[in-house]
């Protein structure tokens, strides 16, 4: 029969327990087992007393918590792939008009920047990111609105390219017709068709491409600074993420967003607001 007894309380005195052995201080267990020989020189007749410090038990358990994250680490890493081409890509150009989505005027001196990735094999969930910088493209459109720009494309890019546009006293961009299929893109496979063939066209013949207008003060601000509200609506293909906010990069290096904070800088200016620096949330490697 094996019995455990720890103490409760710092100052609980100890009991004479004759035969069984005798706790062994604050902070300690004891197990005795009945019927054990004796140890001679003991002071303890036919019990084993075996103490184990907490404080040693619980500084053990913290410092397996690293180890045992190393080791999930190094098992990952041994399944990560070096991040390749796809064999099927070409390099395609992109074009495009970008347009007011109220009135369908064409938008001079927009700043387009596009973020081409690559996609590691990291085993389960591909951890921990999913894709990888690894080229960037940018343009400025002219007065009729038009630009272009090249680079790699495969069958996967209308999902993982990065496209951002940005105008001062404009939000953010939808392909032209968004709004009007929405209704019928609530599924998944829809919406993937839909996509997929407009960003062919984009790296073909071309498509329009609409900036919302920020149409008071207040929205300028909330898109340059403060974010939308959770009750700001916002129409169908238009993205809630802003510039400034945490999610609107992902991957992109410093130096590939000057252009786009010096256009940046110069809407926080028009309102009054000191320069803030945009995150690309660059990775690490």
Not at 3 to 23: C, E, F, K, M, V
Request: a positive charge; one cysteine or more.
């Amino acid at each position: 029969m094996l019995s455990i007894r720890s103490p409760l309380g710092r100052n609980r005195p100890r009991r004479a327990n004759a035969g069984r052995g005798q706790t062994s201080g604050k902070g300690c267990l004891s197990i005795h087992r009945e019927g054990a020989p004796t140890r001679p020189g003991s002071g303890v007749g036919g019990s084993v007393a075996v103490s184990v410090n907490r404080r040693v038990l619980n500084s053990r358990r913290r410092a397996t918590l690293p180890i045992v994250f190393v080791v999930i680490w190094q098992l990952a890493g041994c399944a990560t792939e070096l991040p390749r081409p796809d064999p099927a890509e070409a390099v395609r150009s992109r074009i495009a008009q970008v347009v007011d989505a109220d009135t369908g005027n064409p938008i001079e001196g927009a700043v387009v920047l596009e973020v081409f990735y690559l996609r590691p094999k990291r085993g389960s969930g591909d951890f921990p990111v999913s894709k990888t910088f690894r080229d960037s493209a940018e343009a400025v459109t002219d007065h009729k609105g038009r630009f272009t720009l090249s680079g790699p494309f495969d069958s996967l890019s209308w999902w993982t390219d990065g496209l951002y546009i940005f105008k001062p006293g404009y939000g953010p961009w939808r392909f032209r017709g968004y709004d009007e299929v929405a209704p019928v893109l609530q599924a998944e496979e829809p919406k993937r068709s839909w996509l997929q063939q407009t960003w062919d066209r984009f790296t073909t013949s071309g498509v329009v491409i609409e900036l919302r207008p920020l149409r008071t003060r207040e929205e300028r601000l909330k898109y340059i600074d403060l974010g939308w509200a959770p009750a700001d609506v916002l129409e169908a293909g238009f993205r809630r993420e802003t510039p400034l906010g945490p999610l609107y990069f992902f991957d992109v290096p410093a130096d590939r967003l000057s252009s786009f904070q010096r256009a940046v800088d110069e809407e926080r200016a028009s309102l009054g607001l000191e320069p803030r620096r945009l995150d690309g949330r660059w990775q690490p490697r």
